[in-house]
């Protein structure tokens, strides 16, 4: 089981920077809480977010959070300001550990934000980084107070491919495999020939309706499994 603490940064008093309209504490949520929901789809991971909405834990109380709950990976999500424009992202000085995490987070979000610029990979002596006891990432998602990266974070579509950006990076990390059932990717099973044979005879007998839909390969197995039984009573002129 991997546990991963999603951290939106800023929220509730401390609105984070400000710009163009926007405001950082809520597109550090909106991304935090995508990326939470995305990494549902998966096995074998817990998620826990310092925030859930607009509220403000202080650093100290993140780091405590994530360090007590006994967190795998720490992913901070921020939004730049200050005269630039383009995405980077953050560790703590020579941490190798997160240095190799950062690596593939960093050019899976890179693959997902075509149209931002890339800033690069770097470290510096943040709080969420150093008081974390996992590895840890700070990413800056743009500057806030730059037009053309603040017209991207309007857009519903680059707050999703940011998410994704995140959750593929640790999905590729931590070799994540997606849950087999739900979801939105799950795919529509076509039967083959055969096993449309064994279905019809399924439905003609009453135990299927017609319009069931085939989910999975439990589904084929009882289908396949039931069609000859109901053949062999056929023949006996038990049915
Ligand atoms: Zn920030």
Redesign the pocket.
Known sequence: MVKVFIDA??GGSDP??VGNGLK?KDI?LKIAKRVDELLKEYQNVQTKMSRTGDTYPSLTDRTNEANNWGANFLLSI??NAGGGNGYEDYVYPDSTNSIAYQNIIHAEIIKKIGQMGNRGKKQANYHMLRESNMPSILT?CGFIDNSSDAALLKQDAFIEGLAQGHVNGLVKSFGLIKKEVGGVTEEKIVLTPGQKNAFDKLVKHGLMAADYEVKDSVDIRLITMLAPLLTKLETKGSL
């Open positions: 940064g800023h984070g920077a950082e550090t921020h939004i800056e």
